[in-house]
């Protein structure tokens, strides 16, 4: 090796030995690259964990081929993105297994034996990494009130100047405030039960407060839990929830939440986009806030509103859980000086939530995809091949739209093309599971073409495959006929990924 650095001296290329280590290492585990332009005449490949599927010759696909309404991925392989495949035209694949999602119903006659499997999920919050860099400015220290250190230069000066051998205490830096979090516990928060956890998560590893409390705010309301803040030390409150809850649709809630406000850093951060806040109980207006102090409570913000306007006094801010609603209320509560535009709760009489009546299934899909955003549309359609509980809803979305955020799924969850229902304890698990309203699943299908849900099956194959052994998991079923009958699936039931050996092994599948 030392031979080898000095040969590359005399050549002029500087480099030390560990970098030649690390290069040779490299070296020998990179996959080799076929120069541009050369045709390799071996027999076609299909690459089941690749966004493509197999081609013949020509290196074209066939038109696509509309799927029927009662097909899903379940039915469909690899070679059914490509019309041109040969039977007999060798495949180098290595041999997969289904994996199933739990039925939701009872399943017939006529049993097949699984293995039950944790399979890879997709975090319910999407772009946690962003959310955490958005509220780094508020990860201060302070000095303490209460714990104090030995400053040894300072007693060491104190010695030598003035003779005095009492040690010097200078305050510990402790975190700057602490963090309450107030959870709407109401029947329509089990969809963003997830969501909540993962951002609970994600406060808690931010570093910023001394301590992170979770709290039920139907609880709190009704006294059965107290509040953890004192009005000497900088809290922040925070209030989650999706607005549609009852306790909204009154003042009392926001009166309490003002009360709140005059002695603390207080904020509501809604799981909904604020396009579809009209359809939730939280109304707002636009406000123009500048904060001068760290941590400063809302009574103490300067507030401008259009005149006319009546908003919450204090002003109490409403957020929505992305990076950039998020960043811009950090900003405020670092107390920069600058003036920040945010949405703020709307001072108003009662009003009731318009419930919609459930209307045909046409209907619904046309009222959906002209309102929805375009990704929330193309989930909704991705989502027709597959059964519908919240683990394999998530994948899908991960799988197929990465770059989409959970308000699209959200606004798919809320579009009224779902209704939710618990299965059997047998074949539940626990898990909430849904399925669209009748008809409403054959439209979507009429949307898409088979090439589409052949190619949803191969994107959830590799996304599973990546995956595999990871900490976030859901229940699933592995095809195995040396396994335990199981009544949790049957014949009918869907495939949502196939996942080769090679992956199972290490698992001991």
């Not at 490509?82 to 290595?94: C, F, I, L, M, R």
């Not at 636009?286 to 009546?310: C, D, Q, Y």
């Not at 898990?431 to 090439?451: A, H």
């Amino acid at each position: 090796m030392d031979r080898l650095v000095r040969v590359l001296a005399d050549a002029g290329v500087s480099a030390t030995w560990n970098e030649l280590a690390d290069a040779l290492w490299l070296a020998h585990h990179m996959k080799a690259v076929k120069p541009e332009g050369t045709v390799d005449s071996g027999p076609t490949t299909v690459d089941r964990a690749g966004d493509r599927p197999s081609a013949a010759a020509s290196g074209e696909l066939a038109p696509p081929v509309p799927i029927a309404a009662d097909q899903s991925i379940g039915s469909l392989s690899s070679t059914d993105v490509s019309g041109d495949a040969q039977p007999d035209t060798p495949v180098s694949v290595e041999p997969s297994v289904p994996v199933h999602a739990r039925a939701n119903v009872a399943p017939p006659s006529g049993i097949v034996a699984a293995t039950a499997i944790a399979a890879p999920a997709a975090y319910a919050l999407r772009h946690q990494l962003s959310i955490a860099r958005a509220l780094r400015p508020i990860a201060r220290t302070v000095p303490s009130r209460s714990v104090f250190t030995l400053d040894e230069a300072a007693t060491a000066d104190q010695i030598a100047d003035r003779r005095v051998w009492t040690p010097v205490l200078r305050p510990v830096r402790e975190r700057g405030m602490r963090l309450v979090l107030f959870v709407d516990s109401s029947s329509s928060l089990r969809f963003w039960r997830e969501v909540i956890r993962e951002f609970v998560a994600v406060l808690e590893r931010l570093g910023a407060f001394a301590n992170v409390s979770v709290l039920s705010l139907q609880d709190c309301l009704s006294g059965r839990a107290q509040v953890p803040v004192s009005v000497g030390s900088p809290s922040l409150l925070l209030f989650v929830t999706d607005g549609v809850a009852e306790i909204w649709q009154t003042d009392d809630l926001t009166r309490q939440i003002s009360r709140w406000a005059e002695r603390h850093t207080t904020a509501v951060v809604t799981l909904l986009p604020q396009r579809m806040w009209s359809a939730t109980a939280i109304r707002t207006v636009p406000a123009t806030i500048t904060s001068t102090l760290f941590a400063e409570p809302n009574g103490r913000w300067v507030t401008m509103v259009k005149r006319g306007v009546h908003a919450v006094a204090p002003p109490v801010p409403v957020l929505e859980l992305r990076p950039s609603s998020l960043a811009t209320f950090a900003a405020l509560v670092r107390g920069t000086g600058a003036p920040v535009r945010l949405p703020v709760l709307q001072d108003r009489a009662n009003r009731p939530i318009q419930r919609r009546p459930v209307r045909p299934a046409a209907e619904l899909v046309e009222t959906f995809m002209s309102v929805a955003s375009p990704t929330a549309a193309a989930l909704a359609r991705h989502l027709s091949a597959v059964p519908l509980s919240l683990p394999i809803m998530r994948v899908v979305q991960a799988a197929m739209l990465p770059s989409s955020e959970t308000v699209h799924l959200a606004e798919f969850m809320l579009s009224g093309l779902i209704y939710r229902y618990r299965p059997a304890p047998a074949t539940s698990a626990g898990v909430p599971e849904y399925d669209f309203r009748p008809g409403v699943r054959e439209l979507l299908l009429d949307q898409t073409d088979r090439s589409d849900a052949a190619r949803i099956l191969l994107k959830v194959s590799r996304f599973m495959t990546d995956r595999f052994g990871q900490p976030t998991d859901f229940a699933a079923l592995l095809a195995n006929p040396e396994g335990t009958p199981l009544p949790t699936f049957g014949p009918g039931s869907t495939a949502i990924a196939e996942v080769t050996g090679t992956v199972l092994r290490p698992a001991g599948r």
